[in-house]
Every structure is written in C-alpha cells, then in structure tokens.
C-alpha cells in the first residue's frame, strides 16, 4: 500500500489540462476561461452621473442653504443614453438621470433631495464640493487593463465583466468527458427486475453525480458482468473518453478481472491498494494515453475515493488552480478509535459553533452504509499513525459542501 499524498501525486503528475473551446457567455458560467481578457474601453466610458438631480457648476452654489438657497435656471433634461450638446454658462443647470454623461462645463451633481424645482427654475438648498456624485471616465477598468486572468474561474461577476467588454463568445477550457462503467454479475439496473441476490447499480449514478457537480460530462456504460470478455468489449466503448471509471472488480476475489483485462488492453497500472479506509482497493492506470480509475465496488468506498483522488485530477484537467476540498478545524463531538497503518476519512456533520466548528460522526461507518453520506457534509481526517481521538479534540475536517452555514433568517 501507498500513502494518501503519494498516490495523489502520482494521479496528479499523469493529469494534463485538456483543449479549449469557445463558447458563449451565457454558457461559461462555471467553466475556468483559457485567454487574458484586457479591456478594449474605459468603464465608464465617460463621466456620468451617479445620482438622480442637477448637474451644475459648483462657483454658482457657493453659501446655498436651506435658508440661502442658490437659485438656476434650468435649460435641459438629460436622461441616460443621451449627451447633451449644451455647455454650462454661469447661472444655468441641467436636470440629470443617474447614468447620464455630464454636460460639458458641470463639475458637480446635486441630489434631487437638495433641490426643488419651480417651473424653469431649480434652488439648490446645498453646495456639493468638485465631482461631487460623478462617476469618473475608467474610475473601474481603464482601457487596456488586465480585467480576467487566464485559469479564473467564471462567476456571474465575470459573465458581468464580459458582458461589459462586448465579450458575447470567450474561449474556456473543455469539459472532459469521463466514462462509468460499473461491474459485477450482482447489479442490476433501475429499471431492471430486482430478484434474488440482486442489487440496484447505485454507484454510477453516485459518482455521474459527483462527475456534474465537478462540471464534467458522465457517460455511462451501463453494468459489465463478472467476465473478461464482457468488460473489455465496454472498456473498449469507454477508450474516447477523456477519463475512464470503473466501480467494483479491483479487489482479490475470483471475479475481480478489471486489472487483467486493463493489462491486456495495453493499459499501464500505475497503483493499486492505497492507505486509506474506506476504499483500499483503488486502482489507477493509464489507458489509450488516458487516466483511469479503478474504484471499489462499496458504494461509500467509490464515493470517498472519488472526492480524494478522481476530483481533484479532473478539476486539474479542466484548468482550476484550486483542486481540493476547503479543509478546516472543528471540535469532535465523539470519541474514536482505530488500528494504525490507515487514513481513515470519516463521514461527519459540521455545524457552526459560535466563533468556529463542531462536528460528529453520522452514524455507522460501513462502506456500504448509504445513509451515513446522505447525512455527511464532511470527512473527519484521522490519520494513519494515531490510533484514538478524544471527545472535545481538534480534528481536521474536508468539507463536502458548507450548507451549514446558511442562516434561517439574514441577520445582516
């Protein structure tokens, strides 16, 4: 057996990013973007006005008060998408939307809450300094600026940015297409008549699951049964893809074939059996030039090793910096205990507890129990080399999802 970091690495160093493609930017929502994007025009194009009210010049309104209000005649109405043709000259104003570009000869915006308007005329009840409420021409992006950097990931606020720089099409890097297939003469699928020792096929719906949410594309290859001919002939189905799985057949037993037929495919097996629990029996070969992951046949087993080991190699392969799970410190709640030699990645709930984090175990931790994922937003890590941990101890935690700390009311 290898460690958890050695076989991470050796994953790793095997994972190359894939191609790029373009798309539009309604589309690349959650994709990481292949190009530099600098900005081919200043944001804000020009001065405008950041507020609804009276563009004016500030040496008209010098004193004006409540009781002292400036009084100026009102010679336009301006409102956003327009540019007005007019110059200021002493004594005028003109009213402005939020949005609209500043009158030549204004320097200032007064609020429409410190004025009043009286027919042609308008009192200004205070005295704005210079730029007052003016947005200045590039005061966010100015042109040629690097505004989105190669490997970013996109949020709404860069779809936003795009939009801004008239980018409708950019090029990201690819979604990989990875290939599922489960094996064993026990499983059957969900539409399929379940009788006898039968079992519905879970974990290709599990992990095309885990697969989406990582935002690659799953292909399923359906269920192969416990023979050599049979698994290559969908093994070979699967060779077009960009990454291959395989759930069951990896273990020692009679009917586990998926090394032998890998190896006879020409497929190069780069690790099996890691130090970790549960999901000892993986497996990770190179097949065609592509990486392929032989995950146990426990349904927890294939899920756990998925989120340590196949997760992290395909964000890898689709330009994310950002790899692994977020990782932090909670206080257990249990006390736990252990033989050595082992990682052990516990299913646990974390909860916030004041100023940092609880957490306790879900429940049974066999691989086949369901119910205790269903119940887990984390993995308690506890290591290979400890063998007890106390109630009230700090325990690393990776966390699968942070639902917890979402609120029942805002409490802004």
Known sequence: MISVEEALGLILENIR?????????????????????????????????AMD??????????????????????????????????????????????????????????????????GDKVRIFKRPEKSDHIRKAGEDVKEGQLVIKKGQLIRPSEIGMLASMARSIVSVYQRPRVAILATGDELVDLDEEICGAKIINSNTYAVGAQIQECGALPILLGIARDRQDELEERLRLGMNADIIITSGGVSVGDYDHVKDVVKGLGGDLRLWKVAIKPGKPLAFSMLNSRPMFGLPGNPVASMVTFEIFVRPAILKMMGHKKIFRPIIDATIKDDLKKKENRRHFIRASVQSDGDGYAVETTGDQGSHMMTSMTKANGLIIFHENDTSIKAGDKVKVMLLDRSFEYRKDAGY
Do not use: C, H, Q
């Open 17 to 49: 990013e894939i191609g790029f493609e373009k798309v539009d930017i309604k589309e690349a929502l959650g994709r990481v973007i292949a190009e530099d994007i600098y900005a081919r025009r200043n944001i804000p194009p020009w001065d405008n006005s």
């Open 53 to 118: 009210g009276y563009a004016v010049r500030v040496n008209d309104v010098e004193g004006a008060s409540k009781e002292n209000p400036a009084v100026l005649k009102i010679i336009e109405s301006l409102p956003a998408g327009y540019i007005s043709e007019s110059k200021l000259k002493p004594g005028e104003a003109i009213k402005i939307m939020t949005g609209a570009p500043m009158p030549n000869g204004a320097d200032a915006v007064v609020m429409a809450e410190y004025t009043e308007k009286d």
